[in-house]
């Protein structure tokens, strides 16, 4: 289940997927460990995090809004409140 938002990555393929916020932060902090340790190169992080877009979802799953960047947790939360409003 996505959830109130959720992550779309530049996948295999460069098919884009879906992937729930929480599946998406695990595996963002365990390729930025594994870089960290040189077990993978800086650009396979730089490729995640550079085609990752956070989303909100509104009562049916559209996409409400998109997020690139940092965002701050307020903000998310006003943008999800927004979306499950309407």
Known sequence: MLGDSCYLVIGEERCIDVMPRDAFEEMASELMRQAR????????QRALAHSAALVTLDKQGRVASRVLGEIQKGTLKALITAAVAE
């Open 37 to 44: 340790n040189k077990e993978i190169s800086l650009n396979r």
